[in-house]
């Protein structure tokens, strides 16, 4: 029994680096004008694939994987002259066109998996695609202070894509 145990736990040793590079969580935080904005995200790895690339117009990606990304702010949000209240909202990724991206924020938190959100957005922020000058084999999110807004940049494979929020 000791050594069933022994050789069980000597296994799950070798398989936590393997585990790691499958994901894990990821924390994006900034401080702007006193305000605090957090993003907690899930990474995934690429493995090969080119997931933005194979993305249709259309699409909708809870951003990460395992629970939603979750944005946290305190902060009273301005995104194309619409106010969003301090609090918790998941961020959803939505395809518009061949290279038009929109991030949306929802008030509904604790989501896992599917089914996407599709609807009941409280804002909607155009996202740029650019090719990023190296790859990301995991996916990275980044909130970032640019002259008073958040700046949030999202890095995936050679795609990258980038937003900004308004802050009150």
């Known amino acids: 029994m000791k050594l069933k145990l022994i050789v069980t736990f000597a296994l799950l040793l070798a398989a936590l680096p393997a585990i790691a ?28 694939r080119d997931m933005i690339g194979m993305a249709k117009p259309g699409m909708v990606w809870r951003l990460g994987m395992d629970e939603a990304t979750q944005l946290e702010t305190t902060a009273t949000l301005l995104v194309a002259g619409k106010e969003v209240k301090p609090g918790k909202y998941t961020l959803w990724a939505k395809k518009t066109g061949e ?31 650019e090719k990023a000058t190296s790859s990301a084999e995991q996916l990275s999110i980044n909130v970032a202070d640019r002259a008073g807004e958040a700046a949030i940049t999202i890095r995936w494979g050679t795609a990258q894509l980038t937003g900004s929020l308004g802050i009150r």
Do not use: C, M
């Open 21 to 48: 590079e499958q994901g894990g969580r990821g924390k994006a935080e900034a401080t702007i004008k006193g305000k605090k904005i957090s993003i907690d995200y899930g990474r995934p790895v690429l493995q090969g």
């Open 99 to 129: 290279t038009q991206w929109i991030l949306g924020l929802h008030p509904q938190t604790g989501v896992w998996g599917a089914p996407e959100l599709t609807s009941g957005y409280v804002a909607e922020i155009p996202l740029k695609l």
